[in-house]
């Protein structure tokens, strides 16, 4: 019998067998990357070319009414990030860590505008491309925090921004190690750290669904 015989019959009755390689990152691997992260290595300088990448995915996104709203501004090391530094909260939830540790800080951001303030389909925007461009950065490498605790007045003054401020977007090579931890919807849902892990707690799918 010929080599390969069966093989050959099976492709003729059958059609050719297609064996798929995937390239990248599956979605899931994505989200579970995607994490809130608040120290960085400060050695990995971000530059505007990398956060124009970043921004370029909400050429892409829906966007309520098609109105696309959301204007950016984006800050490196050269160009004012110790300005948005000293106008923003992290952390919130852990206090007792003054986080970022020193020599950790974010050195670059994206402050997500909007020419319309905050009405509803602004902020459904806000969130789909705030989302969309932190899993942008997760598949170049990078890290991202999504800051909405942050002096509006102070970042307008400091950029002479003309449009509205609705969030700040860190970005950086993160340095922290995170984990998953499923939890039911009556425990607490406050992140924590524990043996140089940060916690993340997740409501599992079955109470998430009613």
């Known amino acids: 019998?010929?080599?390969?015989?069966?093989?050959?019959?099976?492709?003729?009755?059958?059609?050719?067998?297609?064996?798929?390689?995937?390239?990248?990152?599956t979605l899931d691997e994505l989200l579970t990357k995607n994490r809130s992260t608040r120290c960085y290595n400060k050695d990995f300088v971000v530059s505007e070319e990398l956060l124009r990448q970043i921004v370029s995915v909400n050429t892409k996104l829906g966007s309520g009414c098609n109105r696309q709203v959301l204007r950016f501004k984006l800050v490196t090391k050269d160009t004012g990030a110790e300005k948005v530094l000293a106008n923003i909260k992290m952390g919130a939830a852990l206090p007792e860590l003054h986080l970022p540790f020193e020599g950790t800080e974010p050195e670059a951001f994206i402050i997500v505008c909007s020419t319309s303030g905050d009405d509803k389909l602004a902020l459904i925007d806000l969130g789909m491309s705030l989302e969309a461009m932190s899993l942008r950065a997760v598949e170049m490498g990078l890290n991202t925090l999504i800051v909405g605790a942050f002096n509006k007045a102070k970042i307008c003054e400091a950029f002479d921004?003309?449009?509205?401020?609705?969030?700040?977007?860190?970005?950086?090579?993160?340095?922290?190690?995170?984990?998953?931890?499923?939890?039911?919807?009556?425990?607490?849902?406050?992140?924590?750290?524990?043996?140089?892990?940060?916690?993340?707690?997740?409501v599992i799918l079955e109470e998430l669904v009613f």
């Open 1 to 25: 019998m010929a080599d390969n015989y069966l093989e050959k019959r099976y492709d003729e009755v059958f059609g050719k067998k297609t064996i798929t390689k995937r390239v990248g990152h």
């Open 161 to 202: 921004l003309p449009f509205d401020p609705l969030a700040v977007l860190c970005v950086g090579k993160g340095i922290e190690h995170f984990k998953l931890v499923p939890i039911h919807e009556n425990e607490s849902h406050a992140y924590y750290r524990k043996d140089g892990s940060h916690i993340v707690p997740k």
